[in-house]
């Protein structure tokens, strides 16, 4: 199994450009999620999905948006990208939203916006 | 969903040394889980313990839960230089719901 896996590792974007950072896992896991870790930070919840179909979202969704119409699969978009935007983004993967199980993380994808 | 809360945010021991933290939550739970973050990388599932469990160990590792307190301990006994990471931990209460993380402990091992 690849486990989860991220794409793009680095990206630099000027502002107002649109981008798609995309997600996979192999693991047939039901819950999805992304997160940012700006440096020094915590990680802080941007969307998240249950399953194919539905998405939700958590601390920080603004100017971001997903969708999830396969279980594989979780892109996060970014509209009209800000400087503000810059920071490391995380996918991670779990077999159920029920929270009981462990989260398997991406290997991050760092996003510098000018 | 809730944040757990960690403490120390920062803590630098030497090699072979015991490290203690701890995370702090406000409500009820099911369970609690402790993460592991090497500098610039994703996070790393550590350990689980349910809510009816008191203490759980793995390998170097030993996680206490008191919920009468609301609160949890991780400890990692003998550390060595590799045991430098943050840790994160996340308080869970069931159900479908979001995963959130705090700023995590900085644990420094000196050699």
């Known amino acids: 199994n690849a486990g989860v896996t991220q794409t793009p590792k680095f990206q630099v974007l000027k502002t107002g450009q649109s981008m798609t950072l995309q997600c996979a896992q192999d693991m047939n896991h039901e819950y999805m999620s992304w997160y940012r870790q700006d440096p020094g930070m915590g990680l802080r919840l941007i969307h998240y999905?249950?399953?194919?179909?539905?998405?939700d979202q958590g601390e920080v969704p603004n100017g971001y948006n997903v969708s999830r119409s396969t279980t594989e699969d979780f892109p996060l978009r970014l509209l009209s990208a800000a400087p503000s935007q810059t920071s490391v983004y995380f996918c991670?993967?779990?077999?159920?939203?029920?929270?009981?199980?462990?989260?398997?993380f991406g290997p991050g994808t760092r996003l510098t916006v000018t | 969903s809730q944040q757990g809360e960690e403490d120390p945010q920062a803590l630098s021991i030497q090699e072979g040394e015991n490290a203690t933290m701890n995370c702090s939550y406000k409500?009820?739970?099911?369970?609690l889980q402790w993460y592991r973050q090497n500098s610039g990388r994703g996070l790393v599932h550590l350990i689980l313990i349910r809510s009816n469990e008191r203490e759980k160990h793995s390998g170097r590792l030993r996680v206490t839960l008191d919920t009468s307190k609301k609160s949890s301990s991780l400890l990692i006994t003998a550390s060595r230089a590799a045991d430098t990471a943050s840790y994160f931990c996340a308080p869970l209460s069931g159900g479908y719901q979001k995963v959130t993380f705090g700023t995590g402990t900085k644990l420094q091992v000196i050699p």
């Open positions: 999905s249950v399953g194919a179909g539905i998405t």
């Open positions: 409500t009820s739970i099911n369970n």
């Open positions: 991670a993967s779990s077999r159920s939203g029920l929270g009981s199980y462990e989260q398997y």
